[in-house]
């Protein structure tokens, strides 16, 4: 039986390490390309075939400007924009509380992740035959220390590290369960699959590659416009 898959595009936060001092632009709405960042995620998902819905979760003073700016792009369509949370994980599972029902999957993406390979699209939703999750990551390429007050306690094996990134892709099940945790433990995990391994979820993993960068300060901008203008 086909799954159904909804996905969840996470654009709400409020950028503070990216906003110099005084400047209130939303790095989500920053252009690249001409286009925010946000939309490049929306792009991939609007296009695959694999998708039967999508959401975008915003800060909620920006829904309107979001909204319309979703009409001008695809014409009439059903992404549904919705107000973010206090924090990340309350954003995501608002948008989960609206989709779950409606599907048995589903991807999330960071807003400020502009290049998502389409294909990951489709390999995470294919673990999920076999796992509760699947999630896009790269294999460590330095050397990984291990430090307390800033001094190095022991170096590890980085050939067992990764670096999460999204698409991060679940079942509703496992995620619901993760979330129910997450809100009974009063825990907050800086992704999803933090949540998801608290309650033993399977997650596999998908090597994802060093261009899947998520903007975070001016200086991930400058290389993210980089890559872009090289059609990389």
Do not use: E, K, W, Y
């Given at each position: 039986?086909?799954?159904t898959v909804g996905a969840i595009v996470a654009a709400?936060?409020?950028?503070?390490?990216?906003?110099k001092k005084g400047d209130k632009r939303k790095k989500q709405f920053i252009s690249l390309g001409g286009k925010p960042?946000?939309?490049?995620?929306?792009i991939s998902f609007y296009y695959s075939p694999i998708i039967s819905r999508i959401i975008v979760v915003v800060p909620s003073r920006s829904i309107e400007f979001c909204t319309n700016f979703l009409h001008a792009e695809f014409g009439s369509n059903d992404i549904e924009v919705i107000a973010g949370g206090a924090k990340r994980q309350d954003s995501v599972y608002k948008a989960f509380v609206k989709i779950k029902n409606s599907v048995d999957t589903v991807i999330i993406q960071d807003g400020a992740r502009p290049f998502m390979d389409p294909s990951w699209i489709s390999s995470t939703v294919n673990k999920i035959k076999?796992?509760?999750g699947a999630i896009v990551a790269q294999p460590a390429l330095d050397t990984i220390k291990l430090s307390h007050n800033s001094l190095i306690k022991e170096t590890l094996d980085r050939s067992l590290i990764w670096q999460a990134q999204t698409p991060q892709t679940f079942t509703v099940d496992i995620l619901e369960t993760a979330f129910d945790y997450a809100k009974r433990e009063n825990f907050v995990g800086t992704d999803e699959s933090q949540i998801v391994e608290k309650v033993h979820?399977?997650?596999s993993l998908i090597e994802g590659t060093s261009f899947n960068l998520k903007i975070t300060t001016q200086s991930d901008l400058v290389l993210a416009?980089?890559?872009f203008s090289k059609g990389l």
């Open positions: 039986m086909p799954v709400a936060g409020d950028g503070q390490r990216f906003s960042l946000f939309l490049h995620s929306v076999t796992f509760d979820g399977n997650i416009q980089s890559i």
